[in-house]
Antibody, heavy 121, light 112 residues
Framework: EVQLVESGGGLVQPGRSLRLSCTASGFTFGDYAMSWFRQAPGKGLEWVGFIRSKAYGGTTEYAASVKGRFTISRDDSKSIAYLQMNSLKTEDTAVYYC????????????WGQGTLVTVSS | DIVMTQTPLSSPVTLGQPASISCRSSQSLVHSDGNTYLSWLQQRPGQPPRLLIYKISNRFSGVPDRFSGSGAGTDFTLKISRVEAEDVGVYYCTQATQFPVTFGGGTKVEIK
């Protein structure tokens, strides 16, 4: 069974940093791209970014709203994807979801339960 | 960026009756590889999103066959043939043909 578990969320002050982790199980993690999405309270879904598998260079793509502040990385030996968030703003407050990406369909086929990040002074 | 527009915003439906949600993209979602990367997600209250349909019309594993997707180019539709109580939630269309991945604003399906 595919499982994705996000952790690392919490309350953080504007301008500070936070790192989220996504621990995967039930599939060969290194074979898949991974993506992060977020959902502000009461709002719709927003794509944050994406990391390809090592077979495709392990390169990343980001939404304009987070580019230069957020970094996605992966540790295939531990089956973990990370979202490093720097220079956090109040508008980054959201539930952050980690997803597996099915490359043939370019879709996020499995989603974690999410972790809440609150940016507030 | 590709803008995704969903209608209606809200869809009150009688149990057992059909429901239909439309999604329009600001440009064609046909990729240079010939595929159209349009998916539909369901988000039940208090739950994370769940994949229902990918590449316009392919049902994901475990998705009931009362859900179906259709369309081409810039116009797409999600249909629920007979709405059940467990179908209550918000439905999103999303495109991954071009970065950034973008979403429609969501359609809330509720029971009359």
């Amino acid at each position: 069974e595919v499982q994705l578990v996000e952790s690392g969320g919490g309350l953080v002050q504007p301008g500070r940093s936070l790192r989220l982790s996504c621990t995967a199980s039930g599939f060969t993690f290194g074979d898949y791209a991974m993506s992060w999405f977020r959902q502000a309270p009461g709002k719709g879904l927003e794509w944050v970014g994406f990391i390809r598998s090592k077979a495709y260079g392990g390169t990343t793509e980001y939404a304009a709203s987070v580019k230069g502040r957020f970094t996605i990385s992966r540790d295939d030996s531990k089956s973990i994807a990370y979202l490093q968030m720097n220079s956090l703003k109040t508008e980054d407050t959201a539930v952050y979801y980690c997803t597996r990406v099915n490359s043939s369909g370019r879709m996020a086929d499995y989603w974690g339960q999410g972790t809440l990040v609150t940016v507030s002074s | 960026d590709i803008v995704m527009t969903q209608t209606p915003l809200s869809s009150p439906v009688t149990l057992g009756q059909p429901a239909s949600i439309s999604c329009r993209s600001s440009q064609s979602l046909v990729h240079s590889d010939g595929n159209t990367y349009l998916s539909w997600l369901q988000q039940r209250p208090g739950q994370p999103p769940r994949l229902l349909i990918y590449k316009i019309s392919n049902r994901f594993s475990g998705v009931p066959d009362r859900f179906s997707g259709s369309g081409a180019g810039t116009d797409f539709t999600l249909k629920i043939s007979r709405v059940e109580a467990e179908d209550v939630g918000v439905y999103y269309c999303t495109q991954a043909t071009q970065f950034p991945v973008t979403f429609g604003g969501g359609t809330k399906v509720e029971i009359k």
